[in-house]
């Protein structure tokens, strides 16, 4: 089955600590995404990649950091410098080009920083 | 900057209710509108994509709308079940220099339909 697989569902940490959230696809898709949402907003972007070994900073990119080695791998690390880490983090997949696209999510990592 | 608001911000309605969920965007120079369900805890599931020639798209009991010159749209959903219990979030589309998209979503309307 093609997808976008995150894991781990749930994490915790202690504050002052990095964290890498991990985002597979098998869709063959160029571009990646990684969203925070916090409850009652809508998402908000924080880093995205057309191709590998580029990506570009989104709305929110301060206190994050992310690689593209691979095609299907964009993990994404939350690190001590990000404030407010707490939130419920989606990536997504979509082609790039064509008529027009359409973003595949995956289920999701909910972070709690305590 | 593009900005997307939703209206209401949540909805309870009974069973079998044909209902509107509204979507209005600021700039009108987008390249889709897509509608997307969020159950709790989970991610984001795609329910209809319209391009910007398109006025409307179908699927089932849901039609979405776009109407770029008053920048809104709506998704109408008939003969509600409680399995349509959700958060309803709509995104506006443009893209990037590169080809990929990027989204500008609302909160959402959270919906819940009562047996």
């Known amino acids: 089955d093609g997808g976008i697989t995150q894991s781990p569902k749930y994490l915790f940490r202690k504050e002052g600590q990095n964290v890498t959230l991990s985002c597979e696809q098998n869709l063959n898709h160029d571009a990646m995404y990684w969203y925070r949402q916090d409850p009652g907003q809508g998402l908000r972007l924080i880093y995205y990649s057309q191709i590998v070994n580029d990506f570009q900073k989104g709305d929110i990119a301060e206190g994050y950091s992310v690689s593209r080695e691979k095609k299907e791998s964009f993990p994404l690390t939350v690190t001590s410098a990000q404030k407010n880490p707490t939130a419920f983090y989606l990536c997504a997949s979509s082609r790039t080009g064509g008529n027009y696209y359409e973003q595949y999510f995956g289920p999701g990592t909910r972070l709690t920083v305590t | 900057k593009q900005e997307v608001t939703q209206i209401p911000a949540a909805l309870s309605v009974p069973e079998g209710e044909n209902l509107v969920l509204n979507c209005s965007f600021t700039d009108s120079a987008i390249y889709n509108l897509q509608w997307f369900r969020q159950d709790p805890g989970k991610g984001l599931t795609s329910l209809l994509l319209?391009?910007?020639?398109?006025r409307e798209q179908t699927s089932g009991r849901l039609n979405a709308s776009l109407d770029k010159s008053s920048g809104r749209s709506t998704l109408y959903i008939a003969a509600s079940q409680p399995g349509d219990s959700a958060t309803y979030l709509c995104a506006a589309s443009s893209t990037y220099q590169g080809g990929s998209e990027k989204l500008v979503f609302g909160k959402g309307t959270k919906l819940t339909v009562n047996p």
């Open positions: 319209i391009q910007s020639s398109q």
